[in-house]
T-cell receptor, first 112, second 114 residues
């Protein structure tokens, strides 16, 4: 059974700092990995999707990497801003299944 | 930009009552999903729906739950007899294809069972 873990559970940084969020998964036979952002009481906003054949994806100040063999992904946020404060969720899908399996998330606070 | 719309945003119900949560997926999407998130817990998959039938479901999705696409736009989740432990945020999602499987989520319906 696929398990997704995200470390740390919470992170507080000063504005302008670069930071890395970590995601690990137990079964490396994934189809793709998706990073989401969740604001309090809100839905999930897709940030980046990495197919299993890819090593990284970039969108603006965000860069996500995938090391499938070791079961890890990282989300790098450059020059963090207070507006980046949110919970960041990692989710994986596996071949033959449509469902996403989520981690519990990392709650990020960027202090002005 | 197209988005997944869910109504209501908050539903309060008494234990044992039936509730229907509604979703309007993105118009050209073919795959539809329901997830739930109990407060402080992970987002959990409930069910996926394609071509007017359930394509996959989790063990959470028991006989108390059902899904329907009653017309060309709406996608509903019905809970027949709500329990206290059904209190959660319920998210609807849709995707255009299985191959790429980027799932777009709605803002959610907070269900409170009293």
């Amino acid at each position: 059974k696929q398990e997704v873990t995200q470390i740390p559970a919470a992170l507080s940084v000063p504005e302008g700092e670069n930071l890395v969020l970590n995601c690990s998964f137990t079964d490396s036979a994934i189809y793709n990995l998706q990073w989401f952002r969740q604001d309090p009481g809100k839905g999930l906003t897709s940030l980046l999707l990495i197919q299993s054949s890819q090593r990284e994806q970039t969108s603006g100040r965000l860069n996500a990497s995938l090391d499938k063999s070791s079961g890890r992904s990282t989300l790098y946020i450059a020059a963090s801003q207070p507006g980046d404060s949110a919970t960041y969720l990692c989710a994986v899908s596996q071949g033959g299944s449509e469902k996403l399996v989520f981690g519990k998330g990392t709650k990020l606070t960027v202090n002005p | 930009e197209p988005e997944v719309t869910q109504t209501p945003s908050h539903q309060v119900t008494q234990m044992g009552q039936e509730v229907i949560l509604r979703c309007v997926p993105i118009s050209n999407h073919l795959y539809f999903y329901w997830y739930r998130q109990i407060l402080g817990q992970k987002v959990e998959f409930l069910v996926s729906f394609y071509n007017n039938e359930i394509s996959e479901k989790s063990e959470i999705f028991d006989d108390q739950f059902s899904v329907e696409r009653p017309d060309g736009s709406n996608f509903t989740l019905k809970i027949r007899s709500t329990k206290l432990e059904d209190s959660a945020m319920y998210f609807c999602a849709s995707s255009v294809s299985l191959a790429k499987n980027i799932q777009y989520f709605g803002a959610g319906t907070r269900l409170s069972v009293l």
